[in-house]
């Protein structure tokens, strides 16, 4: 070994700041073919539906607010967004670009917390797009049945739905962690949603003691409050520990997975 | 610039690395060379951190890899140029590295440039490129940070011989303004072409190190009236050339290319001057470095080594 080792002056370097990596992950969700046409897919979805909502309200002389559009529009997206955030990380593997994605931020935390950061902004965007297509049809109807239309659009279940879709989109990103495969963990993600809250229903009408444990350990059940916003008091411990057991433990386990993976 | 100290990598039972220890300096390309399976990718990815070192460490300029703010500024890398999503196009690639390291866009289309990939070939997606098209947007990709340090793996794989030129030449400027350049290879052509120093590493161990001469001179010294080197000579009077070299004990045969003598080049001119034999061209046989690779890494391939060494001569390579 020679005595003079050449260094990296580094002072000039700044770290690449945690918005730069939300905007690369925000570009890297919407660039390629598959999400392209995922999108499409939901854009042509929505017009579909909200189009045909629109014209049986109008023919039957339905009254409507600018939250019933809103809630179709919103139920749509709410099917897709976890599986962007599946995406969002299993692509990385399945594409192996995670030896790019690493190589030029290794601290994998960071990358990790951009691409949940992410998955947020892609939510608030799917909400907002919701309240303008409610707002727009609701437009509409004004236009043609003035007395029949309000521009209400339920403010509590809008909230409840960014809170209760920023879960799904959490347990989506735990499980694509967890499983680093995107077929896979969209079927979790799916057999999660549906079989545990069956099992517990199932148990419940059974065992009559099991039914004041289950709000504590069920997280569909659980979550029923947030729809409405109207969750008090033991609802929030039982909110708390059901959602430990279902997303916090899974998301933990991804993520400590990813940060000591052998990325290959 | 790049130390890398006692790294150490094991998968079970299994030891991918053992205690392997090497320096790359400034101005100089590095061939890190070794059949299949013999560690360089592992050496490398542990270097950039994607893979964790049993023991040992890897720093690049005095820092480990994972503690570099905004790496892409100071190490080009360069490890599976198919590890890219393929329904990105190639400027779409480009342009992603260059907003995660903070870059100004144009540079995306001087890297494009400078790798001679076409405007209709950047917004063609990843999918529908060669091997060697991947190649250059790799290296694209590895330069756009404008790196001091230049980790390429296997870059030349799916290069044509004129794109391995290019690349030659590329590296070379790169090295020659002070970079620094590890770059791997199982080709012993390909390093030897580009690089200016060789690492040697078979089964997980480093064999050999230093520049082509001093390795040639350390084998020559080990092997010492072993094997020893050989030289072909092309003279007026071959047949009598043959028979002075005999006569010194340098053996000689005839051959439809001239004269082939298992002795150093300087011998066999000494013998033709003392008996005023006119060469017409004298040198020593260029097989000596995939000799001494063969040499090196024979219980270390994956072929059995009961297999006949490849032919010597300007056919022998390993292409």
Not at chain 2, 42 to 64: E, K, P, Y
Not at chain 2, 250 to 268: F, K, L, Q, T
């Amino acid at each position: 070994m020679s005595s003079t080792h050449p260094t990296l002056d580094l002072g000039a370097t700044e770290a690449t700041p945690l918005s730069r990596l939300v905007q690369v992950e925000l570009r890297k969700a919407v660039d390629t073919v598959a999400s392209f046409w995922l999108v499409a897919a939901i854009a042509v979805l929505i017009v579909i539906v909200e189009g045909g909502l629109l014209l049986v309200v109008l023919l039957q002389d339905g009254e409507s607010s600018a939250g019933d559009y809103a809630f179709f529009a919103s139920y749509i997206t709410a099917v897709v967004l976890p599986v962007l955030a599946i995406m969002l990380v299993t692509s990385e593997w399945t594409q192996r670009t995670a030896m790019v994605t690493f190589a030029l931020e290794p601290r994998r935390g960071r990358v990790l917390l951009a691409k949940y950061l992410t998955g947020i902004v892609l939510t608030l965007v799917a909400v907002l797009v919701a309240v303008v297509v409610g707002l727009g049809c609701a437009l509409v109807c004004q236009v043609v049945q003035p007395d029949l239309t309000t521009f209400d659009l339920g403010w509590r279940f809008l909230g409840g739905f960014v809170i209760t879709q920023v879960l799904a989109m959490s347990l989506g990103f735990a499980l694509a962690c967890l499983l680093l495969n995107t077929p896979a963990a969209i079927v979790v993600f799916v057999a999660y949603r549906v079989i545990p809250v069956s099992v517990f229903g199932v148990l419940a009408v059974s065992f009559e003691t099991f039914a004041d444990v289950r709000p504590w350990i069920d997280f569909e059940y659980a979550q029923g409050p947030l729809y409405d916003l109207s969750v008090s008091g033991s609802e929030w411990g039982q909110l708390l520990t059901a959602g430990a057991l279902w997303l916090g433990l899974p998301l933990v386990l991804g993520v400590l997975r990813i940060l000591r993976a052998e990325v290959k | 610039m790049i130390t890398v100290e006692h790294l150490t990598r094991r998968y079970g039972d299994f030891t991918a690395l053992d205690d392997v220890s090497f320096e790359c300096r400034p101005g100089r390309v590095t061939g890190f060379l070794g059949p299949n399976g013999a560690g360089k990718t592992t050496t490398m990815r542990i270097l950039v951190g994607l893979t964790a070192a049993s023991s040992g460490i890897a720093r690049i300029g005095g820092h480990r890899y994972g503690d570099l703010p905004n790496p892409g500024r100071h190490v080009g890398v360069l490890l599976d140029a198919g590890a890219q999503h393929g329904g990105r196009t190639g400027r779409e690639i480009l342009t992603l590295g260059a907003l995660s390291m903070g870059l100004p866009r144009t540079r995306v289309d001087e890297m494009l440039h400078l790798v001679s990939l076409s405007g209709e070939e950047s917004t063609r997606r990843l999918r529908h490129y060669s091997l060697g098209m991947k190649q250059r947007l790799g290296i694209a990709h590895a330069l756009l940070g404008d790196p001091r340090v230049l980790i390429l793996d296997e870059p030349a794989n799916g290069l044509d011989p004129a794109g391995i030129r290019w690349m030659r030449g590329l590296l070379k400027g790169y090295a020659d303004r002070g970079g620094t350049v590890l770059l791997s290879s199982h080709l012993l052509n390909e390093v030897e072409l580009i690089a200016d120093e060789m690492i040697l590493i078979g089964r997980g161990r480093i064999l050999a190190q230093g520049d082509k001469q001093s390795l040639l001179a350390s084998r020559a010294a080990g092997a010492a009236g072993r094997s020893g080197s050989s030289t072909t000579a092309t003279s007026l009077d071959d047949d009598r050339l043959v028979a002075v070299l005999r006569e010194r004990g340098i053996a000689a045969v005839r051959g439809p290319g001239g004269v082939s003598a298992s002795g150093a080049s300087v011998e066999v001119g000494r013998a033709a001057a003392e008996h005023g034999i006119v060469l017409i061209d004298l040198r020593a046989v260029e097989g000596g470095l995939e000799d001494l690779f063969l040499e090196l890494t024979a219980d270390t391939q994956r072929e059995a080594s009961s297999y006949p060494p490849p032919p010597a001569g300007p056919q022998g390579g390993s292409r």
